[in-house]
């Protein structure tokens, strides 16, 4: 089936390890973005990419790494997890009329 | 930079009742995209109903609609009707034209949780 679909859906860490979250879309939609979700913060954009090979930081990128060698793929890796970056992740892809089609969300604690 | 602003954490309505859910947002662009999601114990973020800044008559989808304002920057969806499976979180978003960017993705507000009693 078409679609944005993310893995891992949950995932648990400990604090100093790496943790890769995947996202993979069927549309071949260019743009492609990564939010966390906070209680009281709303959806808060990390990175995003306007095609294969061109990445740039939104609003709390500190901690993260993208790529995208690939349209259908943007991986999200955390280099050294902290217990500050458990949260929701939630991948998207912008559609030809501007909205955003998210995944299901990687749900992710770092302990 | 653009902000988006949901006055209401929380609002509760009867069943088949009408609600209206608040949104405001600063920007100084012209053209723009506002849109409403739901996200539902799921967790899944589903659009709602989306307007362009440029068409004056208000969105409508269903039982739901909303009251564009361009000049007083407000948003607000209104849910007609309404029923147990509306019950959810509802994000405002906002995306400028050509803002270009990280504005390529939404602004969100915080949210609004929105309780329906039986």
């Known amino acids: 089936d078409a679609g944005i679909t993310q893995s891992p859906r949950y995932k648990i860490t400990e604090t100093g390890r790496q943790v890769t979250l995947m996202c993979h879309q069927t549309w071949s939609h260019s743009y492609m973005f990564w939010y966390r979700q906070d209680l009281g913060h709303g959806l808060r954009l990390i990175y995003y990419s306007a095609a294969a090979d061109i990445t740039d930081k939104g609003e709390v990128p500190d901690g993260y790494v993208v790529s995208r060698s690939k349209t259908e793929n943007f991986p999200l890796t955390l280099e050294s997890a902290t217990r500050s970056q458990t949260s929701v992740y939630f991948c998207a892809s912008r559609g030809n009329t501007g909205e955003l089609f998210f995944g299901e969300g990687s749900r992710l604690t770092v302990l | 930079a653009q902000t988006v602003t949901q006055s209401q954490p929380e609002m509760s309505v009867q069943e088949a009742e009408t609600v209206t859910l608040s949104c405001t947002y600063d920007t100084s662009e012209s053209d723009y995209y506002l849109f409403w999601y739901k996200q539902p114990p799921s967790r899944q973020m589903i659009l709602v109903i989306r307007q362009e800044a440029y068409k004056q008559q208000n969105a409508t989808e269903n039982r739901f609609s909303v009251n564009f304002q361009k000049a007083a920057k407000s948003f607000s969806l209104k849910i007609s009707d309404s029923q147990l499976g509306d019950a959810a979180m509802y994000f405002c978003?906002?995306?400028?034209?050509?803002?270009?960017?990280?504005?390529?993705?939404?602004?969100f507000g915080k949210g609004t949780h929105l309780i329906i009693q039986p």
């Open positions: 978003a906002y995306r400028g034209m050509y803002s270009g960017g990280g504005a390529d993705g939404l602004t």
